[in-house]
């Protein structure tokens, strides 16, 4: 079945520092990718997504790019910021929006 | 505040009990989704419903599993006869229709341990 693999976290940097977080997925067809964040105390928000291969999502300085050939969805951001420590979801949809297949997240800490 | 509420945020329940967690949608949204998210493992899709209907309830276990989408009021997902493995964070979501956007709206969770 459809499966998405995402760096275990947490990932720990100082602001300004550059960022990656690496997302890979399993799927029978061609799935739709997405990344949600989580900040503290609230509930996930979409973040960036990408319906098609080579498609770039961006969104707050976050980037990621829909790599048909390695099947990933690498999270990046050139120069991370304090309120950039949330909880980063990569997920895909290959049924319809409605069942997203999600990683199992990664947090990031931003250190100032 | 105008997002997805869910309620209780944490909930403790012993096994055999009952567990009910509710999710009000965002104002204007029909569409109402339960994610599970069991230790160490992503959000899994339980079960997608409308007003008064299961449209989807392809993940959600066969027997004690619940959950209701009323005319009036929150959905509620309801687990009878809770065991340890029950213990999670249930999160709902809700979507205005289904028109492909990939854009679920995400409340902040119910906690629920079971002792």
């Known amino acids: 079945g459809d499966s998405v693999t995402q760096m275990e976290g947490p990932v720990t940097l100082s602001e300004e520092a550059f960022l990656t977080i690496n997302c890979t997925y399993t799927?029978?067809?061609?799935?739709?990718l997405f990344w949600y964040v989580q900040y503290p105390g609230e509930g996930l928000q979409l973040l960036l997504k990408?319906?098609?291969?080579?498609d770039k999502g961006s969104n707050k300085g976050f980037e990621a790019t829909y790599r048909k050939e390695t099947t990933s969805f690498h999270l990046e951001k050139g120069s991370v910021q304090v309120s950039d420590s949330a909880v980063y979801f990569c997920?895909?949809?290959?049924?319809?929006?409605?069942?997203?297949?999600f990683g199992t997240g990664t947090r990031l800490l931003v250190s100032p | 505040n105008a997002g997805v509420m869910q309620n209780p945020r944490h909930l403790v329940r012993r096994r055999g009990q009952e567990a009910r967690l509710r999710c009000s949608p965002m104002?204007?949204?029909?569409?109402v989704y339960w994610y599970r998210q069991l230790p160490e493992e992503g959000l899994k899709f339980m079960v997608y419903?409308?007003?008064?209907?299961?449209?989807?309830e392809s993940g959600m276990p066969k027997e004690r599993f619940s959950a209701e989408f009323p005319k009036e009021g929150p959905s509620i997902l309801r687990i009878q006869q809770v065991v340890r493995g029950d213990s999670a964070a249930y999160f709902c979501?809700?979507?205005?229709?289904?028109?492909?956007?990939?854009?679920?709206?995400f409340g902040e969770g119910s906690r629920l341990t079971v002792l």
């Open positions: 979501a809700s979507s205005r229709g289904t028109e492909y956007t990939g854009e679920l709206f």
């Open positions: 799927a029978t067809g061609y799935p739709s």
């Open positions: 990408a319906t098609k291969a080579d």
């Open positions: 997920a895909l949809s290959d049924q319809g929006f409605q069942k997203l297949v």
């Open positions: 104002k204007g949204h029909s569409h």
């Open positions: 419903l409308q007003k008064e209907n299961i449209i989807d």
